[in-house]
């Protein structure tokens, strides 16, 4: 039975209620009223339940699609404001044991180049990452218990976190592993991550265990308990995400929601991001993995629908996404995108030859990071390199109050210019730097708390004399 606060994976993500709902928001599609009613409730900008999120998602009355549209932009707006923060992923070693039909890194492919990167190849892809202006990074492994053991996911964060090179650092590492123990995700959490990153993939129990044949991953409850089990070991900020296309897109839609309902009734906190990866072709996949493909209407829907669902939720979107699918959604709802990204294992420091392929996905947005910064800055958007929350404490709890309260902007977009900053004098071509500075000088007046300008011009100097590191 459905029960939104049970430790139970079947019902706090119950088949019969989703199936209710698929039902109910499909005869309403059409229901003027309501829809207004949830849009009227929506404008609060406090969320609205998964049942609410899939009418709306499945609204077909085009004018009130442009007021589900309108307020997922004035959502962003208002709590994310024009900044974008920047972060690019890092795949430490391709072997896993598991058998997921969508993803090449399954155990019986023979194809594709096996790589685990030794600490030292570790540290040559963060120094290339460093070079390149980043300062956040999601890690990624396969699960292997004996080539990728937690010691070595352990040892790795060591590594990153202790590589200072020139006015390089990276100040945040989320962490995107298999399900585990409490125990390991303790060890997780002493060691310093940012966000815990665990995709459901699916949130259909039948459609999981079908795609998921083989290995430990198959177990359907271990892997959507496995947030509970996180937060219950202490990590407080944990990343939600579906691989959109797998399975009929209303259901994980659903099934996501609930999810997040489900963290913030029984741990008391919310999903700190959701990512919204669509399926893309790779090697040894069988084309029949992406008959649900969505279109980019639909995932640009998704997106307007969770980021009014969950307005407290940052939203991430990779370089699976094209350019211009990009720019669409990043108004609706993103406030994460990576920039630059290699998702094969070395990626960073050495390109790989096209026979020699060890990449998960392809890259549709092969743009550098530079050329990304400089995009992100012609449409108006604050690129931000920001991590000063986590490393100020404010995870969690406290880091949804500020949030909730609106006080977190007097935080984030002051730390937004000053790291762009940091990055313009650092990295930056000349071209990106001018363009930057120029934005910078302007976004410095939107500041309305003149204290906080004051400061912020004040650290701006000094960061423009050499300091590193200021934050709010
Ligand atoms: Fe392994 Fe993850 Fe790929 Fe599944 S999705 S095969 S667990 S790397
Ligand atoms: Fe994110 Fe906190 Fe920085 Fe704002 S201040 S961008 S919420 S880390």
Redesign the pocket.
């Known amino acids: 039975m459905y029960d939104v606060r049970s430790p139970r994976a079947e019902d706090f993500i119950n088949d019969a209620r989703i199936q209710e709902v698929l039902a109910y928001a499909e005869a309403n599609k059409s229901n003027a009223p309501l829809i207004e009613e949830i849009l009227d409730k929506a404008s609060l900008m406090k969320g609205i339940t998964h049942q609410e999120a899939l009418v709306l998602l499945d609204c077909d009355i085009p004018e009130l699609n442009e007021r589900i549209y309108d307020l997922a932009r004035r959502i962003k707006n208002e709590f994310y404001g024009n ?1 974008i ?1 920047m972060f690019a992923p890092l795949y430490l070693s391709n072997y896993c044991i598991n058998g997921c039909e969508y993803c090449p890194y399954h155990a019986k492919n023979k194809n594709i180049r096996r790589v685990k990167l030794t600490q030292e190849q570790i540290r040559e892809e963060v120094i290339a990452l460093q070079d390149m202006g980043h300062k956040r990074l999601a890690l990624e492994a396969g699960e292997h218990p004996t080539m990728n053991p937690i010691e070595y996911i352990i040892e790795s964060i060591n590594t990153i976190y202790g590589i200072h090179h020139k006015n390089g650092d990276i100040r ?1 590492v989320n962490v995107n592993i298999a399900a585990t123990t409490e125990e390991e995700y303790k060890m997780l959490k002493d060691a310093g991550i940012g966000t815990y990153i665990l995709f459901q993939e699916t949130y259909n129990k039948t459609s999981y265990e079908r795609l998921h044949p083989t290995g430990p991953k198959s177990d359907y409850a271990y892997h959507t308990e496995a947030m509970d089990r996180a937060m219950h070991a202490g990590i407080d900020d944990v990343g939600l995400g579906v691989l959109f296309g797998l399975n009929n897109y209303r259901y994980d839609f659903c099934g996501i929601i609930m999810h997040a309902e489900h963290l913030e009734a029984s741990i008391g906190v919310g999903p700190h991001t959701i990512s919204v990866p669509r399926v893309r072709p790779a090697d040894d996949i069988d084309p029949e993995t992406f008959k649900n493909g969505l279109s980019d209407d639909i995932f640009a829907k998704i997106v307007a629908c969770i980021r009014i669902a969950v307005p407290y939720t ?1 939203m991430i979107v990779s370089t699976r996404e094209s350019i211009s699918s990009r720019k669409r959604v990043l108004e609706l709802g993103i ?1 994460q995108i990576s920039g630059g990204s290699r998702t094969s294992v070395g990626g960073y420091a050495e390109e790989e030859a096209e026979e020699d392929n060890s990449a998960q996905f392809d890259v549709i947005d092969n743009r550098t990071l530079d050329e990304v910064v400089r995009w992100l800055m012609e449409l108006g958007y604050v690129p ?1 390199f ?7 404490g ?1 995870t969690g709890d406290r ?1 949804m109050e ?2 909730k309260s609106k006080q ?2 007097n ?3 002051p ?2 210019l000053m ?1 762009l900053q940091e990055y313009l004098i650092d990295y930056a071509t000349p071209e990106t730097r001018r363009i930057g500075e120029q934005l910078i000088t302007k976004e410095l007046d939107t500041i309305t708390n003149l204290r906080v300008r004051e400061s912020c011009e004040g650290f701006l100097s000094r960061i423009a004399e050499g300091e590193r590191d200021f ?2």
């Open positions: 900044r923060v945040r940052g406030s931000s920001c991590t000063a929350c986590y490393r100020a404010r880091f500020l949030l977190i902007v935080c984030c977009h730390n937004a790291t934050r709010f």
